[in-house]
């Protein structure tokens, strides 16, 4: 059962709850037959109260997981959908909206039959946008009036933030507060929100009444070039078959991998032995070096040596994860890559001194501190209840390398006695002395 549920109907389970007490004086066997009715009554309703529809992508983060990093969640500056709309703190954004708007249906000669034209695409994909949360009971909207109407300036919004952010048009001078080096992670924070989304169907729309030029580029393509500097990978042209909204077209950008699912022996292993951390992985013999990928979650070991894409680590890396993270909780179609991912972090991550030991390796490019990191990556997958599957054989690789006597002697003897220069020379001084004295014996 999925752990994203809509809550059962209070007064419905009060009514079931009664059922069984309300034959007083009957015989056993009928209040064993209402409490036998009573209790299949109560699991169906359960069960299809629990049942969310296919189109649902956009979630409520579950109490496990946002009580881990409450704030990691919420969104600083920018309500974008219905979850958030109209709280207090956010509503100095929605000038910004409104100017955005204006600034984008001004290029066109007649600005107001440019409105007129968005809202009848707007209402023409209300209905499946709604979906898209959950139905009209799961948003906090006063009418379906409000609800079009934050589809129509939160997607405009989001499509004239991307052109900007790509220079396919200029940033006027009142635009130099949104894309400060201030706003710029607080931005970045609000749109990976998984709370936080507009559905894709609704930007592509809107994206495709508002371009000016045919030559412009997909939507895709200016959401991947924004990913580049974000996460520091190559541009590469993705097409999945579905998006659902930005923190999905993140995952299917973070989220690739060559490697196939394993098995469920293998990924059964992987549950009952973590990966150990670097710092005793490098005492064991293993080596780390960074690999250059586009596939972040190819990790391998290749002949004694961890082969890691580097990953940037900036303050907003924790949320993006975290809410990639949530997103796999909750939706059935996608696999647990990122959350296998981050159990592989935990693991590789013990303490601060992993973190060092890594970022010296170049697989960390870290802008926080070495304590900062190990705290967030030993929390990062609290809360999940998935299995793993894409690192086992990984884990039992390492693991049987681990069991290897000579890679371990090997690091132990270079570690202490050819680390510093006076070492190097006392052992090279003692090998001297040991073949002269050899050559000295055979020579007698």
């Not at 969310?52 to 990691?72: E, G, H, W, Y």
């Not at 196939?260 to 064991?284: K, M, V, W, Y």
């Not at 975290?322 to 647990?336: K, M, T, W």
Request: charged share 25%; with cysteine.
């Amino acid at each position: 059962m999925s752990m994203c549920h809509t809550p059962v109907r209070r007064g419905e389970i009060e009514e079931l709850q009664r059922d069984p007490f309300m034959a007083e004086g009957d015989n056993r066997a009928e209040h064993l037959a209402l409490d036998v009715h009573w209790t299949i009554k109560y699991k169906k309703l359960l069960l299809e109260d629990s049942t969310i529809s296919p189109a649902t992508c956009i979630f409520r983060v579950p109490d496990t997981l946002k009580m881990q990093n409450p704030q990691a969640y919420e969104p600083y500056f920018f309500s974008l959908g219905p979850w958030h709309f109209g709280k207090p703190h956010l509503m100095d954004a929605q000038k910004y909206k409104m100017y955005f708007l204006e600034q984008l249906v001004c290029r066109f000669p007649s600005p107001d039959d440019k409105i007129k034209e968005l809202e009848v695409v707007i209402s023409q994909v209300k209905n499946e946008a709604l979906e898209c949360y959950g139905g009209w009971g799961a948003i906090n909207v006063d009418s379906r009036q409000e609800f079009e109407k934050i589809l129509l300036l939160d997607g405009c919004f989001i499509i004239e933030m991307l052109r900007k952010l790509n220079a396919l048009i200029a940033v006027h001078y009142s635009d130099l507060f949104i894309f400060s080096n201030a706003m710029c992670p607080i931005w970045c924070h609000d749109l990976f929100l998984i709370e936080n989304q507009i559905p894709w169907f609704v930007l592509e729309r809107l994206y495709e009444q508002t371009r000016v030029s045919e030559q412009d580029k997909p939507l895709v393509a200016l959401a991947i070039d924004v990913f580049y500097w974000i996460f520091s990978y190559d541009k590469l042209q993705l097409r999945p078959l579905r998006i659902n909204h930005i923190l999905d077209l993140a995952w299917h950008y973070l989220g690739r991998s060559s490697e196939p699912p394993r098995s469920d022996g293998e990924h059964f292993a992987l549950n009952r032995h973590n990966i150990p951390s670097a710092t005793r992985l490098r005492q064991a013999g293993i080596k780390f070096r960074r690999v250059k990928s586009r596939r972040i979650l190819d990790v391998k070991l290749n002949n004694g040596v961890l082969e890691i894409p580097s990953l940037l680590i900036h303050p907003t890396t924790e949320t993006i994860f975290r809410n990639l993270i949530s997103f796999e909780q909750c939706y059935r179609f996608h696999p647990p890559k990122v959350t296998c991912y981050a159990k592989l972090l935990n693991g590789l991550v013990d303490t601060p001194e992993d973190v060092d030991l890594l970022s010296r390796d170049d697989i960390f490019n870290n802008w926080l501190s070495a304590e900062d990191v190990s705290h967030f990556v030993n929390r990062l997958h609290n809360g999940t209840n998935m299995d793993c599957l894409y690192y086992a054989r990984l884990c039992s690789d390492v693991r049987d390398y681990c069991q290897r006597w000579w890679p371990k002697w090997r690091a132990f003897y270079i570690h202490n006695y050819f680390t510093k220069p006076w070492a190097i020379i006392s052992q090279a001084f003692a090998i001297t002395i040991l073949v002269l004295t050899i050559l000295q014996v055979i020579l007698k």
